[in-house]
């Protein structure tokens, strides 16, 4: 296969899952420019990405294996991409490094700690829904203020002994990383100001200890009395939170519409035939909260039999495509575009794997498992207020920047009342298959017959 067209990612992320099919069409790896003109090889496939995860020869860590390193401090227009490689944490160290980071990390975020926060998950959820009985009248609500974001962002700032002074700016900064439309010198002031924000968390726990996690990174050694550095705690932080509360939103957000735009899922997981945890997983995959996340590198020269005999260099930077791979019809079958919750999709790659398995995925899949149910429970006849919603400005993240809906609490005469959504303001026909970001190239058609279930 020929490697001579460079494919540059749409940094607005206006149609990712159509980009990503255009790369699978393309071959099992293509060469693509990052926003700011970085190269880097995204792989296509579902069983080659899941085996460079996995695999030995590709490294996280930029300072060691990035051909690329020396040049970011020169090229301001790569600013974007500090947040996710210019740190120091588990998403940017190789080898021991890792063992080590995950080794005094991992230990605060068991399963057992996750399930302590059930009834807080549950408390917070019940009063976000409550608080939204005073819009059940016409207008629309927002669904992702509402309840998509503000229960994450509760319950990480709580998890972590957040005050209430820090919370707003914390988040908002955050999420701004996973913005890559921004200019150079936005991108560069919010890791700046990230710093400050999260050096006045550590530095208010280190004077005022809680039973959180921050004061638990603080004071952790391991066996042999190694601990975290401040640079190693600050980065930690900016991963841990900022990872449990952005993808958490998004995940909600996603399966909420992905159920709205699919009437006959919503009435198979209302009946029981689906579970609430298989629309937690289909929406992992179908509709990952990450998209594309920078980055690994390889550490050798790396064969892609599949790609006739292709090498990727070593030095180079490998993007890890969980879009494409979630839709990869070699691995999901011919309706991989399809949101079918009734699929094995416990498989997606959306938390990663093995040794990069991402340490927060409990609480978010308890998050979203209590979440999802109880919204459709209270409101049977909840609908979209608007067919044409816009997605989050980033190639990175996967959402929907806003997820209007209008709330009923009982289903009305005329509408689907096995799937428990309104049809006459929003024609399901044309929004049904829409993930954010767009739709495979294969099913860009602007309307689908009623009862069909595509992407």
Known sequence: MEHDEIRSLDPFGRDILGESAAHRAAGPVVEVSLPGGI???????????????????????????????PEVATRP?????????????????????????????????TARRTEV???RVESITTGLL??????????????????????????????????????PDLIALMSGIMDTTATPEDAAANLATIDVVLGALIEHKRETPGDD???????????????????????????????????TVNLIGNAIHALLTHPEELRKVRSGVTSWDQVVSETLRWAPSIANLPMRFAIEDIEIPE?????????????????????????????????????????????GIGAHRCIGAPLARLEAG?????????????????????????????????????????VRAGEVRAAGIRTADVDVAETRGAAPGGGDASTADARVPEGSVRA
């Open 130 to 167: 409550d608080a939204l009985e005073g819009h059940t009248g016409p207008g629309p609500v927002d669904l992702r203020s509402a309840l998509a974001n503000p229960l994450p962002l509760q319950v990480i700032c709580e998890l972590f002994g957040v005050p209430d002074s820090l919370r």
């Open 213 to 247: 996690l921050t004061t638990e990174l603080i004071t952790v050694r391991d066996t042999d009395g190694d601990r975290l550095s401040d640079e190693e705690l600050r980065d930690t932080l900016l991963l841990v939170i900022g990872a449990g509360h952005e993808t």
């Open 370 to 410: 209590h979440a999802l149910p109880a919204l459709f429970d209270r409101y049977p006849g909840l609908r979209l207020a608007d067919a044409d919603v816009a997605q989050i400005p980033s190639f990175i993240a996967h959402g929907w920047a806003t997820l209007p809906v209008r709330l009923e609490a009982e």
């Open 117 to 119: 926060l059930r009834p």
């Open 307 to 351: 790609a006739g005999g292709f090498v990727i260099p070593a030095g180079s930077a490998i993007l890890t495509t969980y879009a494409a791979a979630g839709h990869d019809p070699a691995h999901y079958g011919p309706t991989a575009h399809e949101f079918d919750p009734g699929r094995d999709a416990s498989d997606h790659l959306s938390f």
């Open 39 to 69: 190269p880097a090889f995204a792989v296509t496939g579902y069983d080659r990405l899941r085996t460079l995860i996995l695999d030995s020869r590709v490294s996280k860590d930029p300072r060691k294996h990035w051909k690329q390193w």
């Open 77 to 109: 227009e790569w600013a974007w991409l500090l947040g996710w490689v210019g740190v120091v944490n588990m998403l940017s160290t190789y080898g021991l490094d890792h063992t080590r980071l995950r080794k005094l990390v991992a230990p605060s975020f």
